[in-house]
C-alpha cells in the first residue's frame, strides 16, 4: 500500500505563496490521478486541484489562477504551488488518489492571515 508524506505548509500573509510536496513511498505511475485536498476548521474535506498520469489538470473554482498542481512520477512526487493566498486558504492540505483510495496521511497545515 502507498503511503503518503505531505510538507511545505506553513504561517503566511494574505497574498503570500506556499509550495506543497506530497512524497509517496511506492510508484505512483500507474494511478490515473492524483489530487490535493484540503479540509479547513468544521468544514468537510474538499479536492481543490487533480492531475492525470498524463498532465492534464483541474482546479476548484475557488483556487483557478491561484493554484498549480505537478507531479513526477519518476520521482513518485506531486506539488500544490499557492499563490495569492486568502485567509480562507487555511486549512490542512492532503495528497490522495482520486477518488481517494489510499491511506490518507497526516497532511500538512497551511495557514494564512489577513
Known amino acids: 500500500q502507498v503511503q503518503l508524506v505531505e510538507s511545505g505548509g506553513g504561517l503566511v500573509q494574505a497574498g503570500g505563496s506556499l509550495r506543497l510536496s506530497c512524497a509517496a513511498s511506492g510508484s505512483i505511475f500507474s494511478i490515473n490521478a492524483m489530487g490535493w485536498y484540503r479540509q479547513a476548521p468544521g468544514k468537510q474535506r474538499e479536492l481543490v486541484a487533480a492531475i492525470a498520469r498524463v498532465g492534464i489538470t483541474n482546479y476548484a473554482d475557488s483556487v483557478k489562477g491561484r493554484f498549480t498542481i505537478s507531479r513526477d512520477n519518476a520521482k513518485n512526487t506531486v506539488w500544490l504551488q499557492m499563490n495569492n493566498l486568502e485567509p480562507e486558504d487555511t486549512a490542512v492540505y492532503y495528497c490522495?488518489?482520486?477518488?481517494?483510495?489510499?491511506?490518507w496521511g497526516q497532511g500538512t497545515q497551511g495557514t494564512v492571515s489577513s
Open positions: 490522495n488518489s482520486l477518488p481517494p483510495t489510499l491511506t
